[in-house]
């Protein structure tokens, strides 16, 4: 009878861990549910299998030091909403270190083939909702979008501008049918080719070659219509890393990923082109008009107010809790433009959220993490992760992905899957 209910929760704990793995095309209070009782039933049914608890301590290590840095933070209920936020992190890491070497090739294939699924899924039908209100997202722009932007005579709106509206609208509607920002949408598809790719390569059916290559050129042509700079140079990254590594099946990935890029290419519109031209740091000025500010311009901002506090709290920081009411005040105080009072901007990168929140330890814990996790992924030869891991640096270098559902289940998710699973 025990091994009957031993049989029952093992399948349950591998059903519920492919579930999550789903997680693009999951509403938040699914994934949110999801994750409990994935939770209860792995620790129900942990295994005893040999594992350093150094390795769950050097994975969890970020989250410890955002702990203690609430000792000194000044507003603790803040601090503690940010750490409920990101709960999910050492919730993730400990479950799957406490059923350790559980997961062998298979199971990993289908849980991998479960998520590049969900992301084709979520693709095809945000395509069709973009698709069926295309006529609507490309009408001249409003008179309310114009005003938003600081706009009084028309001769100030030039066709660059009016561009850059379209796209913005079309960005904006994409998060809103999908509840994700495009920026991790793009990082969902990074991850979702690499698989797809590695499947193309290991399969001999033309029939099943030809779907995958189709799904991989469907997903680069959204990547480069959402316009995520972040993710189309995380996938240039990675082609480079397989080409350098050269184990890759080299002779076979490096007219497949030439023949993918040159495709994607041709899917370049407007929108990729309009996301680039704002990289124009040598007009980066602090006192711009409404209409002559980018997201490139805004970031700047935001990472000269980081530093600026970090220098000022180098060794312990600021404490996870004030994180938001310092750089909030630096932006009113230092920043000569009312783009920052709109909204609350966070540090968008992860690295320089951990310094300003928990000083040089916090960064540290994070960055050695990451560098652990590489070096231990190189040591097993292990190419998924160490894809894994180089998705994971990139984003954070421009995202705080811990401080997003859709980046923390990445995260916490993949990085401890493959931590603790010698397969």
């Not at 699924?117 to 095809?124: A, I, K, M």
């Not at 509840?179 to 969902?188: I, N, P």
């Given at each position: ?265 041709l899917f370049i519109n407007s929108m990729s082109i309009d996301r680039f031209k704002e990289i ?13 500010y980018n997201s490139v311009d805004t970031r700047l901002g935001v990472y000269l107010c980081a ?117």
């Amino acid at each position: 009878m025990s091994l009957i209910k031993n049989n029952i929760r093992n399948n349950l704990f591998f059903l519920l861990t492919s579930a999550i793995g789903i997680f693009p095309v999951l509403p938040f209070s699914i994934r949110s549910c999801l994750i409990f009782l994935w939770a209860v039933v792995g620790i129900l049914q942990r295994k005893n299998a040999k594992g350093s608890l150094k390795h769950l301590i050097i994975f969890i290590s970020p989250y410890i030091f955002l702990m203690c840095s609430l000792f000194y933070t000044v507003n603790l209920k803040y601090g503690f909403n940010e750490l409920f936020q990101m709960i999910g992190f050492p919730i993730i890491g400990i479950v799957f270190y406490l059923n350790r070497n559980y997961f062998d090739i298979k199971k990993l294939n289908v849980i991998f083939s479960a998520f590049a699924t969900s992301v084709l899924v979520l693709f095809v039908y945000l395509s069709i909702n973009v698709f069926l209100n295309y006529s609507t997202l490309k009408l001249p722009p409003s008179t309310v979008e114009i005003e938003n932007l600081g706009i009084i005579e028309k001769s100030q709106l030039s066709d660059e501008i009016v561009i850059s509206i379209k796209n913005r609208r079309v960005r904006n509607f994409v998060s809103e049918v999908s509840g994700s920002s495009t920026t991790y949408l793009g990082l969902f598809i990074v991850l979702a080719i690499y698989i797809l790719c590695c499947k193309f390569l290991d399969l001999s059916s033309r029939i099943s070659k030809t779907i995958i290559f189709l799904a991989i050129i469907f997903l680069s042509a959204n990547l480069f219509f959402i316009g995520s700079r972040i993710s189309i140079i995380a996938l240039l990254f990675i082609i480079v890393f397989l080409i350098l590594k050269g184990g890759f099946v080299f002779n076979k990935s490096l007219p497949f990923f030439f023949i993918i890029t040159a495709f994607t290419v041709l899917f370049i519109n407007s929108m990729s082109i309009d996301r680039f031209k704002e990289i124009r740091l040598e007009n980066f000025s602090l006192n711009k008009q409404k209409h002559q500010y980018n997201s490139v311009d805004t970031r700047l901002g935001v990472y000269l107010c980081a530093t600026s506090i970090i220098k000022q709290n180098f060794v312990f920081g600021v404490g996870v809790g004030d994180t938001k009411n310092r750089l909030q005040n630096c932006y009113v105080n230092n920043l000569n433009s009312k783009v920052y009072q709109w909204q609350y901007y966070n540090t968008h990168n992860q690295f320089l959220h951990f310094f300003l929140a928990c000083g040089l330890l916090g960064f540290l814990a994070y960055f050695l993490s990451l560098v652990f996790q590489f070096l231990h992924s190189r040591s097993r030869h292990n190419q998924n992760y160490s894809i894994i891991i180089i998705i994971t640096i990139i984003f954070s270098i421009s995202e705080n992905i811990l401080l997003r559902n859709d980046g923390l289940i990445f995260y916490s998710y993949f990085n401890a899957l493959m931590l603790f699973n010698n397969e």
